[in-house]
């Protein structure tokens, strides 16, 4: 496979840890100018240093996406860096698990804030101009539990649901101008989000093929691959890295 992105600017958000990190890493090993985002500046500031370290090229740019505001100009700064954005990864999110009579209205618009509108109005502030220049490439983070019924991931497993939707949706609607959109869905990997449960993370990949957790390389290997040459007959395809649990 060949997966140069020279010339490419990426924005990934959530890149200051875990998968996103990864993917910021990897895809500027590829040639790309890495748009690094999140709300840890200091992280911010060690992933580009990471990059560059690397022989890399990236540039941080501090947002919270649970604010519209912040979004949009998350949008307009991205857009400043290099003239483009040509590859969006749409990796932040967040994961309350609880049962769903327990969880608050907070904790709804919290996580739907962030895992719904935040990618729905990102990615729309920044498609015209990737239409404009005929090209460009979105990979949106989804999970495997948002085609399970697993118990008290109501709310994070719906969010990543209508993730999944607007990925065929976008897909159809700005393919025919060049843009293509696609979906990674990852099992359970090992960031800091499953930290909280301990062991008890392994009731996530238990009786799986790959009877482990995922390391977020992997899942930017896959993010890699969709935004590449290599992936250009490749729309609106939701791709498990899973470890087989979508089979499980």
Known sequence: ?????????????????????????????????????????????????????SGGSATFV??????????????????????????????AGILPFGTSTDLTPQQFD??????????FFLATALLPTMV?????SIVNLSTTLATKGFAGSSLYASSKAAVETLTKVWAAEFGPQGVRVNAVSPGPIATEGLAPFGDG???FYNGTPANRLGQPEEIAAA???????DAKYIHGVILPVDGGASIW
Request: hydrophobic fraction near 45%.
């Open 1 to 53: 496979m060949s997966t140069s992105l020279s010339g490419k600017t990426a924005l990934i958000t959530g890149s200051t840890s875990g998968i996103g990190r990864a993917t910021a890493l990897l895809l500027a090993s590829h040639g790309a100018h890495v748009i690094v985002s999140g709300r840890d500046t200091g992280r911010g500031a060690g992933t580009v240093a990471a990059i560059q370290d």
């Open 62 to 91: 501090a947002a919270d996406l649970s604010d519209l505001a912040s979004v949009a100009e998350l949008a307009r700064l991205a857009l400043e860096v290099t003239g483009r954005v040509d590859i969006l990864v749409n990796n």
């Open 110 to 119: 919290d996580i739907y804030d962030i895992n719904v509108k935040a990618v």
């Open 132 to 136: 404009e220049h005929g090209e460009g």
């Open 201 to 203: 993370a392994a009731v």
């Open 223 to 229: 993010v890699s691959f969709l935004v590449g040459e």
